[in-house]
């Protein structure tokens, strides 16, 4: 159990990422933002791409 984020890297490679925004409005309602982003080779974010349903990000 020591080495449990060690075994779990080697074993599972992020691909995806998702980042999801939130406004707050004054009429107490909320509208919601969404990107995807591909993980590139060293781990980092890339290739950013926002959410294909309006209803998203309106």
């Not at 490679?13 to 998702?18: A, E, G």
Request: proline residues 5%; charged residues 20%.
């Amino acid at each position: 159990m020591k080495n449990l984020t060690s075994n779990f890297s080697n074993l599972y490679q992020p691909v995806k990422s998702l980042l999801i925004y939130t406004k707050h409005t004054e009429e107490d309602t909320t509208s919601v933002y969404v990107e995807s982003y591909d993980i590139g080779k060293l781990g980092n974010p890339i290739n950013a791409h926002r959410s294909p349903s309006k209803k998203c990000w309106d």
